[in-house]
């Protein structure tokens, strides 16, 4: 399934290796003045290009492959847009790839990465795309990022504000320590993982609905359709069953019963390390901490996912 959302829907295109990717999105009102500075600052954090005022410049460019420093991930717009305003009509827009290098990965043709999809998709679809995984990369995240920047200026303002930032690295839950941390794993040609923790201000009380619509499940749903990414939990999550209920009774993590209780919703994610590493014998470009670059992601989908509940 390549679309999300039911009322405020992003539809993703494009393989890694091919001539784009991009995305078409429904439900947009009309009026909304987007902001393209914040789509190209967001855009540069998913690549791990230096920002300023967020904390991944901390380790900016540490373990960041090749290919995302140098695509510069210009974005066209292709409809539903005139002037910077949104017209209400379905909005298009593409992103080509100019740092495509298939031939990279041309001996994957006749074989398969462990730890990626190549083997599924093939025995799912009887063929596919070898070109560093296709749809499977997470080069489609970036037009994840672009709906999402849409979705969380539509957000602000009605007040909503979402922030996500990496918390640990490996075992290293020290800030000032990932980027060494990163860096020794990229010096020894292997990889490593991280959380990600996220912070959702401002939404208001009653938004998810029990019993099969809860909205911590929206957001598990999300944010596991990112790659990589193994696990979620929210509020005291999986730390909570060592402590006994009189501890921690007074924690809700924002969501009640599935419903926003009007509190901050706070939740984490967990990424693997990428299986493809030098050490694993695996060629082509590739992250130490394929974390760090989901910070922005993470975000991306949290706000794809409100503005469809709150559609």
């Known amino acids: 399934m390549n679309s999300f959302g039911t009322n405020w829907t992003f539809t993703s295109f494009g393989e890694s290796h091919g001539l784009a990717i991009g995305g078409v999105l429904d439900g947009v009102p009309s009026g909304l003045h987007i902001d393209f500075d914040m789509i190209r600052s967001e855009l540069d954090r998913r690549a791990g290009r230096p920002i300023s005022n967020h904390q991944s410049s901390i380790i900016n460019n ?11 991930d210009k974005v066209e717009w292709l409809s539903g847009v005139m002037d910077g305003v949104t017209l209400g009509t379905p909005i298009a827009f593409i992103i080509y790839n100019n740092d495509a290098k298939p031939e990279d990965y041309e001996y994957l ?3 398969y990465r462990v730890g990626h999809a190549d083997k599924a998709y093939e025995q799912k679809y009887g063929i596919r795309d070898w070109r560093g995984g296709g749809r499977a990369s997470a080069r489609e995240t970036a037009a994840r990022v672009v709906a999402g920047c849409i979705a969380k200026q539509q957000l602000s303002s009605r007040g909503i504000t979402i922030q996500a930032s990496l918390i640990q690295v490996g075992a290293e839950t020290d800030p000032t320590r990932f980027a ?3 860096a020794t794993y990229q010096r020894e040609g292997d990889s490593i993982g991280g959380i990600v923790e996220c912070r959702v201000t401002g939404l208001p009380v009653g938004v998810g609905d029990p019993i099969f619509d809860k909205l911590q499940a929206h957001l598990a749903f999300a944010v596991m359709s990112i790659n990589a990414c193994k696990g979620f939990e929210y509020g005291t999550g999986f730390a909570g069953v060592t402590k006994p209920g009189s501890a921690i009774n007074h924690i809700s993590g924002g969501i009640a019963g599935g419903i926003s209780d009007g509190t901050d919703i706070t939740f984490r994610c967990v990424f693997k390390p990428t299986p493809s590493t030098p050490k694993a014998g695996v060629k082509g470009r590739h992250d130490a ?5 989901a910070v922005p992601v993470v975000e991306a989908m949290t706000a794809i996912a409100l503005a469809d509940l709150l559609a």
Do not use: W
Not at 62 to 72: D, F, L, Q, T, Y
């Open 109 to 111: 043709k006749h074989t």
């Open 289 to 293: 901490c394929v974390a760090t670059r």
């Open 180 to 182: 060494e941390t990163i």
């Open 62 to 72: 540490i373990g960041v492959s090749s290919r995302a420093k140098n695509e510069p």
